[in-house]
Structure formats: structure tokens, C-alpha cells
């Protein structure tokens, strides 16, 4: 898959917005809101797969994800260890090559939601706005997709992690999975924000108390678009944070609405991420809520310590 687009994989994720207001010796310091983010259908409106690599091997998206399905039942196979297989079985067959670069240079032909963009450097300009302590924001993607092509999109630099599924090249003949991240694996990941430990070599079964935690579920906000997203939204709400559905302008809220129906999410909005919209306007009354909740909790800190 030749490209003359040359966009490294190696670019340092932003490690997230604070206000000026200087911490403390001894202070408390659980003042990190996490926002994170489901990619396809979240923060784009198609599957990443969609944009670059399978019009490169002449395959029909529907095609193309149907055969996933189907292998997977009649396989019992997990779904998404299966399309990582066709995407190197079927270039394979066209004469193209899978190589780390040649995945990152497709997300640059990724599209986005209007306002995605800017929307990080909203919030966090937002934040900065409405604190009135000093408080970090963090941006996470928790995605079934490829980190590689992730790596290539406009908005990898502002997140300050990536856990997406992801191929290991260098030591085999032929791509092999390296990490799979499926609907119910990612309330792993939600866990290692909580606890800190976003090192993916470090095992997070270890009980760690909730007084040690460094950013507590009631400081994060969970962004998905649909059924996929469930169980990351139930962990999120259920130990005391907000999750948000969103929808494609192209679509109705039917599938928002039933889960906002069902307690699965706090609010549900269209996909559109510009300041003024739905969207900002819902999930800047949810940040107000946990800024409102970290000066509870510092003050009440303050009074104990004091």
C-alpha cells in the first residue's frame, strides 16, 4: 500500500490541560477529569477501516463486514481478532503489503465530526474557564480499531492514551495481533485510568483501595455511540461517573434514546462537537457537575488535613 503521505507514528500524545492555579505541597490531588472516547461512530461516522484500506483492496465495506460476522459464528471466533485476519488475508491476495507506516499514513483519510477538532482544546479552555482550583483534563480513546491508523488522524497528539487493537509486525513473518480490544475488554482500560496504571505490561488485578486511586470514576465522562458501548458505559455510571451517547446527523436518536430509556447513559446527543451545540452544551452541565464535586471533596480534605 504505497503512500506518499508521511505521518509518523511517533508523536507525543498532549498530557492534558490544567489551570494556572498552582498545586499545593500535600494538597489534594485527585483533580484529573478523564474524558474518553469511543472511536468508529463516536468521533467518526464510519468504521476507520472504511475510508482508507478497504477501498485500497476494492472491498464493499458491507461485504467486507459481513464476512467478519459470519466467520466469527460459524468459527466461534471473537470478531474482532477475525477482522484483523481478513485485512491481511485479503490485501495479501491483492498483492498489497501490511506494514506499520503504511496503516498510519491511511488515518490521515479518516473524516471526523464536525468539531471534533477543535473540541479538545474547547473543553479544556472551558475548564480552565469554570475551575476555581487547579484541575488536569485528560483525553483517552478506548477503541476496537487500529491504534495504527489512529496514529495518523488529525487528533492522535490529544490524547493522552491510545488503547485500541493493534498488530505486531517486527517479529513475525506476517501481522499478528498484538492487542485486541473488544466491547467488553475495554472496562479494562477504564479501570487502569482509575487506578493509574496505564502501563499495559503491568497487570491491574491487584486490589488498590479507593483513597489511592488517582482518578475516580466520578471524575470521568464515557463518549460511545451505541449497544458496543454498554458495558464500558454501565462500569462508568456504576461506580458514580457519566456516560454520553451520541448520533450521526445522518441518523435518527432511536438507538441513543433507548439506552438514555434504559439508565445507560446521562444524556444523549447529535454527534456534533462545536461549542454551542447539544453535545458541548449537555457534557459542559456534566463537567460543572465534577468541578462542583472535586471542591466538595478538596475542601472536605482541606478540613481533615487542615
Known sequence: MASSKKTSAKRAPRSGATSKVPVQPGAYKKKT?????????????????????LPKIGE??????K???DKARTEGADGMIVYMLLMYRKAREKGIEINRNELVALGADVELFEGVEAWFDEIEDYVKLRAE????VKHYLISSGLTEIVQGTSIYSKFSNVFASEYFFEPYETPFPKRVVTDTNKTQYLFRINKGIEDLGVSINEHMPEDQRPVPFSNMIYFGDGDTDVPSMAVTRQNGGAAVAVYSPNETDQKCRMLYEASRVDFFAEADYRPGSDLFRRTCLLIDRILSDIRVREERWAMEHG
Open 60 to 65: 464493499a465495506p458491507a461485504d467486507f463486514w
Open 133 to 136: 482550583t487547579d484541575v488536569t
Open 67 to 69: 464476512e467478519v460476522n
Open 33 to 53: 477529569i478523564a474524558l474518553v472516547y469511543d472511536f468508529d461512530g463516536t468521533l467518526s461516522p464510519k468504521p476507520m477501516q472504511e475510508y482508507g484500506f
